[in-house]
């Protein structure tokens, strides 16, 4: 630790710092078009800016790890890309994933195709982002980026950890709200519910989940958690409950009676490492509350 600087303050610098913005342009890569967004976020974090990205304005709303610089083209859809756009782009390589395979026989007469997943059978995709990650880098030379990346994730899970470590945090629900009635619960084996398992937190939703980690249910289902502590990842829809007062089942909730109720900055829940990285420092920073802010 540097001389003169306290533990807490270190721990302030950590969460409140911006995701690190990458020094664009310092790579020499192939040119590439990306379909996804996780795997938009993984190019930026190496440094590299696209010759072209699918919806744009949509990622900024839901993902938003890295900026995005004016030069670069959108390319329509993630399922159905405008091939024309792609074409005129020239890219050396385009990336998708299993989501928009339906396209791969016509993009890949654009530009050789490669495709990545993150989320798989094994539950795993933190871990199987970090793996992509090192994959894309390859084929974009830039695997020294990579492994920096990687490396100053690590490092942020370690000392999140450790500043949570010895604090009492009750079970916690991750919920993306849909509606009024219906809300995503991400179980362990989503991006989210891994981050938690790096943090040493526990996650108070056991039920089985999707092949995307979370589960659809409606509010009545929340009941059984008396103890739990909820975080609503924004963009929460106007007609959630977590934006109305009044009566009715969500304000019967123990938990927020309780007001164990609170909300995250938008996380894109199949992002990449980059996006586990930014949801931990959040998620951190909401549950040491003022403290976050001075201390470490």
């Known amino acids: 630790m540097m001389k003169g600087v306290s533990r807490r303050e270190c721990l302030a610098a950590l969460l409140l710092a911006p995701q690190m913005t990458p020094a664009w342009a310092q790579v020499s890569s192939p040119r590439v078009a990306i379909l996804d967004w996780g795997l938009t976020t993984s190019v930026l974090s190496l440094g590299i800016v696209p010759a ?12 938003n790890d890295f900026p995005i610089p004016a030069v670069v083209q959108d390319v329509g859809l993630r399922t159905e890309p405008n091939l024309e756009v792609l074409a005129t782009l020239k890219p050396d390589v385009i990336l998708t994933t299993p989501f928009s395979e339906g396209v791969r026989p016509m993009i890949e007469r654009i530009a050789p195709t490669r495709s990545y997943a993150t989320y798989t059978p094994e539950g795993q995709p933190l871990n199987r982002s970090i793996q992509v990650l090192r994959e894309v880098a390859a084929v974009l030379k830039a695997e020294k980026q990579a492994e920096d ?25 991750l919920a993306g709200f849909m509606d009024s009635r219906h809300t995503r619960i991400y179980g362990q084996e989503s991006l989210f519910g891994n981050v938690l398992d790096r943090l040493g937190l526990q996650n108070a939703w056991k039920s089985p989940t999707n092949f995307w980690g979370f589960s659809l249910v409606g509010t009545h289902e929340l009941a059984p958690f008396t103890d739990a502590q909820l975080f609503a990842i924004e963009p929460v829809p106007a007609d959630a409950p977590l934006t109305r007062s009044g009566s009715g089942l969500w304000q019967s909730l123990p938990f927020v009676r309780a007001g164990r109720v609170a909300t995250l900055p938008t996380c894109w829940a199949f992002g990449d490492v980059s996006t586990a990285v930014r949801f931990a420092r959040s998620l951190t920073k909401a549950i040491l509350g003022p403290e976050g802010s001075h201390a470490s």
Do not use: H, K, N
Request: net charge positive; charged share 30%.
């Open 149 to 173: 990346v990687i490396t100053r994730a690590e490092e942020t899970f370690a000392s999140l950890r450790r500043a949570l470590d010895g604090r009492p945090v009750a079970p916690l629900l």
């Open 52 to 63: 072209g990205i699918a919806e744009i304005e949509l990622y900024r709303r839901w993902a």
